[in-house]
């Protein structure tokens, strides 16, 4: 783009540039390598000093659209990927609708089985041994794994396993199909650090900061509990939202 500066504005030169920077950024211009160009190269481009360059790039950090890599360069941030909480239950699918993007699932395990972890038994109310719906995926939005989770059903949920797990949701199922209304949800977060199965599954480095959420209990009206689950992933672009 055309270096359109003014050196008799009011408006600092840092500032132009930082307006310059948000219009290319948005428009797509460093889209396709995700980096902005080296600080030298800006300061030749709008023939301003490193300083007023460095400065107008600390500007678009502090407005989280660029993040600066030590050794590496200045990168475009990737766009926040939001949840809501304390609305009732919501979907991994409904999730990456509201966030303009395609769920699907690649399964990790799915069929019988008798829970091994007792919270897992509590939640459900059945005794060590007793059998289960348990339906494993890696959960991508878009092209990226984003989150591996792990949900244990009664077994009068059995049908579930008859249909697409890789493309449908369950709740979308259990809803518009079985008429099973979600109302409340129960769960606990915490940020944990990927180990190595986990970084090869979610596609992140090990030790990566990932949110954990764990006993999470979906149940009825009446109090009847749907499933139980587990989940870990997101990582650092995920944000939420409580209302």
């Known amino acids: 783009m055309e270096n359109t500066l003014n050196p008799n504005s009011i408006v600092p030169l840092y500032a132009q540039i930082v307006e310059q920077l948000q219009r290319d950024i948005q428009s797509g211009l460093y889209s396709q390598t995700g980096r902005l160009p080296t600080e030298e190269e800006l300061s030749n481009k709008y023939n301003v000093s490193r300083i007023t360059i460095r400065r107008a790039v600390d500007e678009l950090v502090s407005q989280g659209l660029v993040e600066k890599k030590q050794g590496k360069g200045t990168f475009l941030c990737s766009p926040k990927f939001t949840r809501g909480l304390g609305s009732g239950p919501m979907s991994f699918t409904e999730m990456c609708a509201a966030n303009g993007l395609e769920a699907r699932a690649k399964i990790l395990e799915a069929g019988i089985k008798a829970p091994e972890a007792a919270s897992v038994r509590e939640m459900l109310g059945l005794n060590p041994g007793d059998p289960a719906v348990r339906i494993c995926r890696l959960r991508y939005a878009g ?35 079985r008429g099973i209304e979600l109302r409340s949800s129960t769960m606990r977060l915490s940020i944990v650090r990927a180990d190595t199965k986990l970084a090869k599954l979610l596609q992140v480095s090990r030790n990566a900061p990932q949110l954990e959420m764990k006993g999470r209990v979906v149940r009825l009206d009446d109090g009847q509990t749907v499933h139980s689950s587990y989940q870990i992933g997101y990582g650092e672009n995920f944000e939420i939202i409580v209302r």
């Open 143 to 177: 092209d990226k794994p984003l989150v591996m989770e792990d949900n244990y059903y009664p077994l009068e949920y059995a049908y579930l396993l008859s249909i697409d797990l890789e493309k449908d949701s369950t709740y979308r199922y259990l809803r518009e199909v």
